[in-house]
């Protein structure tokens, strides 16, 4: 008896949940040979903007816990990647037209970035804060704190699983929350690490995750009041100086576009980016 | 109003109940009104709130919820700067746009009135139809449980200190057990407390409160009630009980307002209180209102949205639409 296939049609992950998209649109995902691989919702403006409602409700959970908390949680993460990496395989082969072997190497590294950052959850603090030297019987210090909702724009070339993990890990380090505009070609990586997210200990809100065009979703983040840092990473293709300018208008941090194989590699300064310096004053003791 | 329309309003009730506001009376009349349907109010209330409203309608919606809005503060946690705040935020709801209209009064407890009035200044309303109002909350808000003394002392005191408008609870316990000719006897006596030895009036307020009514003919029957024994508004609730306003339960009392409109030519305000936190549910009672009783409705003296973060959720709808950007709630103030 011939069977017949079930295509799927994915939907967006906002908030700890799976809707549809508010305009109810999908566009079809194809291999690399132009075949049908599955539906994905076509987020617009109102997605985005849902997205970051939940983003922002979700930053005081999410920034309030200990940074060992946090740390585990990311690793968990890694676990769960561990856990799926036969369906993170099927999906490059798939979408990204790569032999198994390259795929494999390629979630390989999407887990070893995941578990390095991971790491660095409880120790970026002591690295990237300071105590002053000031001319008084005062200690000042100074640690980095999360600047709050980061809109991103993922990697939209090859490596499409390695470059959505680049974009996100970094800014939920320090407890930032996020909104990612996915791989528009490629979204499978995506939308199965957001099903991995989903049945993790990571909060709903903390990581949302919106298929569609990046042209039309971008500006309205970057625009949008209530994002504090637009990082572009994967906005090269995009007309990327207005996005700066327009992000400018609500001085936002910006990360700029980052092309080739290198792009987005792991590094501290990805971490750092993320996050606002505060200083505090305290007297030494009272003599 | 002045004291002669007020006589005539009894005289009116008295003829409409065919003889004095007893229990017996006041139970034949209200229970004499037709039931209601709930299933088919609910069903209309949802088909109303289906309506689309967009671009211009939109901003002409918003502006006319901030007009209609009555600023609330009703915490145990008040202090006379937490009030001032209140003010000036009524008075400039939007500092980074002047052409922001401002909201219709502001609603305190009765002991936060003088500091109201005198963070008002120049522009309390104090009886005109310019200004701001002030709102109080009175009869032993928000339980209703007190003696008549100490209720009539509680509105008395508010409006000697400068309240416009008097929102008082009736006793809902009273209501349930039937005894309506109680409840009659307290509107009436509270509206006479808001009287000012001058003969101005504060307008009267009448709160149902509609999430411990039960049904929705309770909610009719109240409403007959607080319109017969005088009420110039009926409010939903007092924001303290769950659920305060919904859209069905305001669609059946704006339904009574329409039927005493057409019994007696007279306006009949209504207030939804508690619950309306955003601006697109907000527009859906401002498309309820027309479609029911009329658009001659939306202004300040027949309607208003009793809420503290409604305002915030409008304000962020405004400079959406004005600047074209989402805006956050680090462009409002926090409450």
């Known amino acids: 008896m011939t069977r017949l296939a079930v295509p799927k049609t994915y939907k967006l992950y906002i908030g700890g949940k799976f809707p549809r998209s508010e305009s109810g649109r999908v566009y079809e995902v194809v291999s690399k040979r132009g075949d049908f691989i599955a539906n994905a919702a076509k987020a617009s403006r109102k997605d985005a903007r849902d997205a970051v409602v939940a983003a922002r409700a979700a930053i005081s959970g999410w920034a309030g816990s200990t940074a060992y908390n946090r740390g585990q949680v990311l690793y968990r993460i890694a676990e769960l990647l561990e856990g799926r990496r036969a369906q993170f395989i099927d999906e490059i082969v798939q979408s990204e037209g790569l032999n198994a072997a390259a795929a494999s190497a390629q979630v390989n590294e999407a887990i070893d970035r995941w578990v390095w950052y991971a790491g660095w959850a409880d120790k970026y603090v002591q690295v990237a804060g300071n105590a002053n030297p000031v001319a008084g019987p005062y200690f000042n210090i100074s640690v980095p704190e999360p600047t709050g909702v980061v809109a991103i724009v993922a990697p939209q070339g090859a490596g499409s699983l390695v470059g959505f993990v680049s974009a996100i890990a970094p800014a939920l380090v320090a407890g930032n929350t996020v909104v990612v505009i996915a791989n528009e070609t490629m979204p499978l990586s995506a939308i199965s690490l957001s099903e991995v997210l989903a049945t993790s200990d990571v909060p709903g809100g903390v990581v949302n995750v919106l298929t569609g065009s990046p042209a039309e979703i971008a500006p309205w983040l970057a625009g949008h009041a209530d994002v504090n840092a637009l990082d572009l990473v994967g906005a090269g293709a995009l007309d990327w100086v207005d996005l700066q300018i327009i992000a400018a208008d609500t001085l936002k941090r910006v990360f700029p576009p980052e092309n080739g194989p290198d792009a987005a590699t792991p590094s501290l300064d990805r971490i750092t980016g993320f996050t606002e310096t505060k200083t505090v004053w305290h007297t030494k003791a009272l003599i | ?77 008040d202090t006379p700067g937490k009030v001032r705040s209140l003010v000036a935020k009524a008075l400039t709801p939007d500092p980074g746009d002047p052409e922001c209209p401002r909201v219709a009064a502001v609603c305190v407890y009765g002991d936060m009135v003088p500091y109201a009035v005198a963070a008002l200044g120049a522009a309390h309303s104090a009886g005109t139809d310019e200004g701001v109002n002030v709102a109080a909350v009175a009869t032993a808000f928000p339980s209703g449980r007190a003696s008549l003394a100490v209720k009539l002392a509680d509105t008395a005191d508010a409006v000697a200190a400068g309240a416009d408008e008097i929102d008082m609870v009736i006793d809902r316990g009273a209501f349930l057990s039937g005894r309506y000719g109680q409840v009659f006897d307290e509107i009436v006596a509270v509206k006479s407390a808001c009287v000012r030895p001058d003969g101005s009036v504060a307008h009267l307020k009448v709160i149902l409160e509609t999430g411990e009514l039960n049904t929705y003919d309770n909610v009719r029957r109240a409403s007959w009630l607080a319109i017969l024994a005088g009420g110039d508004f009926i409010k939903t609730s007092t924001g303290k009980v769950s659920p305060a306003a919904t859209l069905p339960v305001t669609l059946s009392m704006l339904e009574v307002v329409r039927d005493w409109h057409r019994l007696t030519g007279e306006k009949i305000g209504v207030k939804p209180a508690g619950g309306i936190r955003t601006s697109k549910d907000a527009i859906k009672y401002l498309v309820t209102v027309a479609e029911t009783v009329g658009e001659e409705w939306l202004v300040p003296s027949l309607f208003r949205f009793g809420a503290s973060s409604l305002l915030n959720d409008v304000l962020l709808q405004r400079q959406k639409l004005t600047t074209g950007r989402y805006s956050g709630p680090d462009y409002v103030t926090i409450d």
């Open chain 2, 1 to 77: 109003m002045t004291i002669s329309t007020q006589l005539a309003t009894r005289e009116r009730t008295l003829s409409l109940l065919g003889g004095e506001a007893t229990d017996a009376n006041l139970r034949r009349y209200l229970h004499g009104i037709p039931g209601i349907d709930a299933v088919g109010l609910e069903q209309r209330a949802a088909a109303l709130g289906t309506r689309s409203i967009k671009t211009t309608s939109k901003a002409r919606a918003i502006d006319t919820i901030i007009g209609l809005i009555d600023l609330t503060t009703l915490e145990g946690a």
